[in-house]
């Protein structure tokens, strides 16, 4: 992959833009993921000297946010500026370089989301019409699916709408599209959601609904105040209305002139589509110049799935901020995870990857040569004196580090980036250990044995230098400290002078006093993947457990699927409450009944077969005594589908139907719903 900002000189401006986050749910390790790998590639083109603007924000309208508040018994305003501060502290706890951050119920976006919707109306690319069809709340997107069929995407159940709506003409912009992506190859990346995005677009684009009746939670369409503009529509356009779109001030106008259009929008693969069809056919229409690119990142994955507020497996950034550290958390992401394809993330794993390569690799080796500076020369760097083959050698493969973590970090390979520094690394320390300048042998004159040190030691700081240069964007806070170690001042001075921008073997000047040696990276201990897997535990009982209007509470409150039957069996039974990660343990699925029968000498249990719509298996019921077999064929019915298989009477039965317990003697009644619901589906 590349960025198209690579294109030599330029303007030397460059636009970065992470997605807006909805503020439905607090932040979680997935989002941090894309921000941590924004602010990277920030902070490494502000030091290449390009004028640099990064973007974050929190994206707060919507049904979803409008349904999440009610059920947080808050105002959607109160709630979405809850969530979105938790965003914002966070980003500033992790110390992400954001030049702005934008809520989408701010007025200057509301003024742009309306100038783009007037401007469209204007030039004749949307109209009025009338829409019925299915609508996935979770994604906030119309589906292609028949009325009651789960959503294509998330498999979430969709809803049926008919409304009075305005439409934009996406159908006109088939062929643009296509051509665009032609003569712009790079625009999406990498290639494979390409030609994902291009057969879409070949499958056939359908007008667009861009404004919703039925709720209020939303910009209003301008002139027409009972339709809110599409959620994605007024997400989408943050990008620029953030830079000053729809602005009148002058120096907006100058900002937008200067970044507009984006290099890079940072996006999760899973909405794509929206920012490579979507967006590209808004702006075309609107005459407006398309970002230079798109790209896709893969998912962070916990347990084997996308790390997610529904799926119930979040961690969060501040448990690993707390134990780690942040520098530990952003090499983790960016070293574990191969850009552009999912990556699983383990506290064990980050915990191997954070000793091996940051306490014993980099931090032991920054550690040992400051050490000996200050032992042998008195905490002055001495001079090298001529090279010999062994410090030619490390001068050489430093040169070319420098060239290939410069080609591997532009391609966004910045696993492979990390890789080449770390070789780098591991050669410093295989040389140090080879000429042990700790070591006098005894037919050595003190003479050359204190040229060899400064030989030696002089060489390993130089390649220091180059590494910490190198990994700044990366580990920022760890740099700045070995730059300052090292006697050169603040690194982030040396970005803005262009000092790093020209890094090359040989700038360490002889004479340089370092400073005293700090602990870098202390040794994890054993329990620390123990106390981070219990912060995560601790974090989960107290979203459940909190009931008062604090910020804790309006989260818990947004995941009442969950938090209502603990909280209620814990009044009603002292039931000991569980986490989310156990509750998710539970697979409850949708089954349909297609056979049912008694089962002989048994008056209790009945043989049902029930369809899961991805296979059919034997389930025995105690429900003989309330239920006839016959009046149980077709019937949806609630089941533990992932429940160790068990013998009963000589039979199999794989699987548990969920009952309510009535009465003194426990009759069972069946769950069910009041909606048809598909078989297959899962409760959460
Ligand atoms: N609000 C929309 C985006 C609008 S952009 C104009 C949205 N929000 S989101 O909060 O659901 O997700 C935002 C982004 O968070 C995703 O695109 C993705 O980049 C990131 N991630 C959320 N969970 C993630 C993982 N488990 N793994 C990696 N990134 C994921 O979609």
């Not at 912009?173 to 296509?178: I, M």
């Not at 609904?209 to 959620?231: A, L, M, Q």
């Not at 992401?333 to 552009?340: A, P």
Request: hydrophobic content about 45%; aromatic content about 10%; overall charge negative.
């Amino acid at each position: 992959m590349s960025s198209s900002a690579n294109s030599p000189e330029k303007n030397k401006s460059f636009y970065i833009t992470t997605p807006i986050y909805y503020v439905n749910a607090r932040p979680h390790l997935g989002h941090a993921y894309s921000t941590i790998v924004c602010d990277a590639i920030a902070r490494r083109k502000r030091s290449q000297g390009y004028a640099t603007w990064f973007l974050t924000g929190t994206d707060e309208h919507g049904q979803k946010i409008e349904r999440s508040a009610e059920k947080a018994g808050r105002t959607p305003g109160e709630f979405a500026a809850a969530i979105s501060g938790e965003f914002r502290g966070l980003w500033d706890r992790m110390g992400i370089t954001y030049d702005d951050f934008i809520r989408t119920t701010e007025p200057r976006h509301k003024r742009g989301v309306q100038q783009l919707f007037a401007e469209l109306r204007a030039k004749g690319f949307i109209y009025k019409g009338s829409y019925t069809g299915q609508y996935c709340v979770s994604d906030e997107a119309f589906v292609e699916v028949p009325p009651g069929a789960p959503c294509p995407d998330c498999g979430r159940t969709t809803e049926t709408i008919s409304e009075e709506n305005y439409f934009f003409k996406l159908s006109a912009f088939e062929r643009r599209l296509l051509e665009f992506y032609e003569a712009n190859p790079g625009f999406i990346q990498p290639e494979a959601r390409r030609n994902e995005v291009i057969a879409f677009v070949r499958g056939g684009l359908k007008d667009l609904s861009v404004s919703r009746t039925s709720f209020s939670w939303g910009i209003p369409v301008p002139g027409d105040e009972k339709h809110v503009v599409y959620v994605w529509m007024d997400a989408l356009a943050n990008y620029m209305t953030a830079l000053g779109y729809g602005a009148d001030s002058p120096e907006l106008k100058a900002r937008f002139e200067q970044f507009w259009p984006a290099d890079v929008h940072l996006v999760g693969k899973e909405i794509i589509r929206f920012h490579c069809v979507y967006w590209p056919a808004f702006l075309l229409a609107a005459g407006l110049p398309v970002p230079k690119s798109v790209v896709a990142n893969g998912w962070l994955l916990f347990d084997k799935a996308k790390m997610s507020k529904s799926v119930g497996n979040i961690v969060r950034a501040e448990t690993v901020l707390e134990v780690l550290g942040g520098d530990a958390l952003r090499y983790f992401l960016m070293r574990e995870v191969s850009f552009g394809h999912d990556g699983n993330f383990t506290f064990e794993a980050l915990v191997q990857r954070y000793n091996g390569d940051l306490a014993n690799g980099y931090g032991n080796l920054v550690s040992r040569v400051v050490n000996m500076v200050h032992k042998y020369f008195g905490g002055v760097l001495p001079d090298a004196g001529a090279m010999g083959p062994a410090e030619a050698a490390i001068a050489g493969q430093a040169t070319e580090t420098i060239l290939e973590f410069g080609a591997q970090f532009e391609a966004m390979d910045f696993s492979r980036a990390l890789e080449t520094v770390w070789a780098l690394v591991g050669a410093v320390d295989g040389y140090l250990t080879a000429a042990a300048p700790w070591k006098k042998k005894p037919d050595v004159t003190d003479e050359d044995f204190a040229a060899m040190q400064a030989r030696v030691l002089a060489t390993a700081a130089e390649a220091i230098r180059v590494i910490t240069g190198l990994v700044h964007p990366i580990l920022p806070e760890s740099a700045a400290k070995v730059w300052r170690q090292l006697g050169l001042g603040e690194i982030e001075d040396a970005a803005k002078s262009g000092e790093l921008k020209r890094l090359a073997w040989g700038g360490l000047q002889a004479g340089t006093r370092l400073n005293e040696p700090a602990p870098l990276f202390p040794r994890a201990e054993k329990d620390a993947v123990e106390r981070m897997e219990n912060l995560e535990k601790d974090n989960n009982l107290t979203a459940v457990a909190a009931a008062s209007g604090t910020e804790a509470a309006v989260v818990a409150v947004a995941e009442p699927v969950v938090a209502s039957p603990v909280v209620e069996a814990v009044k009603h039974e002292g039931i000991a409450q569980i986490g989310i990660d156990d509750f998710v343990k539970v697979e409850l699925r949708v089954a349909q009944i297609l056979v049912a029968e008694r089962v002989p000498k048994a008056d209790k249990l009945l043989r049902l077969e029930v369809d899961l719509g991805y296979e059919q298996r034997q389930i025995l019921a105690g429900i003989a005594q309330y239920y006839a077999p016959e009046a149980l064929i077709g019937r949806k019915v609630v089941i533990v589908a992932n429940l160790a298989p068990r013998k009963m009477r000589g039979l199999e039965s794989n699987g548990m139907l969920l009952a309510a317990s009535v009465g003194d003697e426990g009759a069972p009644v069946l769950a069910g719903f009041l909606e048809d619901v598909p078989v297959g589906a899962r409760l959460r």
